[in-house]
């Protein structure tokens, strides 16, 4: 028995090194895989992690890594193969659920990717990412109850980034036409985060639903006041103008939306609403004309051209207007007609 036992020993001696040796080298090329990783240079990343699993097939880390590597580069079916076999070899690998969620809602398979991070949950209930990852999906699949729910559920988990929770609960909100629990939100948000300028926007935005333009207004100067040429904003702040009857005020923001984009027929088409109002009815037909050019509702130039050139007198050429307006079915246009035109 002993012979025996020593030559046991002897193997044991001889093979344990190499096997030890071989486990540092893996090691070592997966730290100068993650040095890569940290700098960005993916592709020597890749390298380094190829190495390890050629040391070792059945290293969940290195495919893991690589798979990290392959998202980054937006090489999202490479990606999912490494994540499957990491997740295989490994099935407690939490991250490689969270990080092939995220592959999944790339390339466009919700169901999985909701499997995942419920997976990903289950394995790391106090960590933030994952409901935080849920809760978007949620909210691009429209689940907008569901995923209010979810957000909600991190106000007890001291998530660093609150006023993002505040935000996505608000925009669930208002795809529920909730205005008044959106606006709380957003608040909130602000408070949390005062330079945060889309949810200033989206605030202004409750607020236009909600008939309150002059809070509107008062928060689309902030956002225009950080970005001057964000068009949504001018758009809303010119609708609320027209909406207090600040009529040269919602002028001069379709003047400048017109400036952005020259040529689009719609500002013109604001710009000659304006004037009307302003009773410039001369310039407002000239704007109705230009418009009427390029417009992608005739019908409704139409209508409108219709009625200032009856109020500059112009009888026959606004029958003629309001004639080619009712041929294309636009609404009013019969009733005009009947009023004004019939014998």
Sequence with gaps: MKPKFFFISFLFFLISPSVIFSQ???????????????????????VCYDTAIQLNEANAIAFYNRGVCYMAMESYGSSLVDFNKAIWLDSLLADGYYNRGIVYEKLDNPVLARYDFEKYIQMQEYDTLGYMALGDLLLNEQEFETAISIYSKLFNLGIEQMHGVYYSIALCQMNLNQWDKAIANLTEAILLRESFIEALFMRSRCYLHSKQYFSAIADLEKVLGAEPNKKEALVSRA???????????????????????????????????????????ETAESEYSISLKTSKEPSLVLLMRGIVRKKQGKDEEACFDWQQASLMGAVGSEELISTYCNP
């Design 239 to 281: 609708e609320a103008y027209y909406k207090v009857e600040e009529f040269e005020q919602s002028l001069a923001d379709y003047k400048r939306l017109e400036q952005l984009e020259p040529g689009n027929w719609y500002w013109i088409f604001e710009k000659a609403n304006c004037y009307t109002q302003l009773q410039e009815f």
């Design 24 to 46: 540092v080298v893996e090691e070592e090329w997966i730290n100068k895989g993650l040095q890569y990783e940290g700098k960005g240079d993916y592709s020597n990343a890749i």
